[in-house]
């Protein structure tokens, strides 16, 4: 299987081993973001505390 996508992608099997790792590590840091992201959401949305300072903080404001 590996073999036949380094031939897909045009790379040796190692380049091709290394490649596939750095897209799973991208994508493994891309969905630990995403659930972080969700948890301060819910955070917020559960307390007016955290709402209150996001509204303040979190909102760029145009002062003109």
Do not use: D, H
Request: net charge neutral; proline share 3%.
């Amino acid at each position: 299987m590996l073999e036949t996508e380094a031939k897909e992608r045009g790379l040796g099997l190692s380049a091709a081993i290394r490649v596939l790792a750095c897209e799973a590590a991208k994508e493994a840091k891309r969905k630990r973001i995403r659930e972080q992201t969700k948890a301060v959401a819910e955070y917020i949305a559960g307390n007016p505390e955290a709402q209150e300072f996001f509204e303040f903080w979190g909102t760029p404001r145009v002062e003109l």
